[in-house]
């Protein structure tokens, strides 16, 4: 049992490069999130999603673009890289309902210069 | 929202308890409380989590007051491994965690 997988774990961009992170989970959980943590700072919700198919935006989702195809898949796209997004990314998902934790994948670490 | 308040930093003796507080004073009827812990730069760890009652696990124990604005994460006897920023979250509707600052504890030997 993986847990949450995150891939790629680092990634070195330069400005205006797009990517794409790729969270995996094989817990069947429905619901499943986009966090950024910059330094010496708690995490922000970017995106997240309440199941296949659906998205929505979090606390701060500007130049990123989400997408959940697959229940198990949750993607974060970053269509023009800046500098102001250089951040490690965890993602991280949770069965529904209030009674439930969230399970965290162990980060990308995103550099873009 | 509910948000929570949390001091900044706390330091604990390594075998003694540690004591977390945390304030959430607008928090509403049907919230939980979560705690989550972050040991330098990885994921964000579940440690445990409450609705009304005491709850008690292997990692830690939580204490909510009556009135429900306020919770205290107790570590029963801290080890240097224990030494992480800690966050007291209440879960919003629609399922997001919201994330402060959280507390940074040092178990010192």
């Known amino acids: 049992n993986a847990g949450v997988t995150q891939t790629p774990k680092f990634r070195v961009l330069k400005t205006g490069q797009s990517m794409t992170l790729l969270c995996a989970q094989d817990?069947?959980?429905?619901?499943m999130y986009w966090y950024r943590q910059d330094p010496g700072m708690g995490l922000r919700l970017i995106h997240y999603?309440?199941?296949?198919?659906?998205?929505a935006k979090g606390e701060v989702p500007d130049g990123y673009n989400v997408s959940r195809l697959k229940k198990q898949n949750f993607l974060l796209g970053l269509e023009s890289a800046a500098p102001s997004q250089t951040s490690v990314y965890f993602c991280?998902?949770?069965?529904?309902?209030?009674?439930?934790?969230?399970?965290f994948g162990s980060g990308t670490r995103l550099t873009v210069v | 929202d509910a948000k929570t308040t949390q001091p900044t930093s706390m330091d604990c003796a390594e075998g003694r308890a540690a004591n977390l507080p945390c304030n959430h004073s607008?928090?509403?009827?049907?919230?939980?409380v979560y705690w989550y812990r972050q040991i330098h730069s990885q994921g964000p760890q579940y440690i445990i989590h409450?609705?009304?009652n005491n709850e008690t696990n292997e990692m830690a124990s939580l204490i909510i007051t009556e009135d429900r604005k306020s919770s205290t994460l107790i570590l029963p006897h801290a080890t240097l491994r224990d030494t992480a920023v800690y966050y007291c979250?209440?879960?919003?509707?629609?399922?997001?965690?919201?994330f402060g600052t959280g507390t940074s504890l040092t178990v010192i030997p």
């Open positions: 991280a998902s949770s069965y529904a309902g209030p009674i439930y934790g969230y399970t």
């Open positions: 817990m069947n959980h429905e619901y």
């Open positions: 999603s309440v199941g296949e198919g659906t998205t």
């Open positions: 607008t928090i509403s009827g049907n919230e939980y």
């Open positions: 409450g609705l009304k």
């Open positions: 979250i209440v879960r919003v509707e629609g399922n997001q965690f919201y």
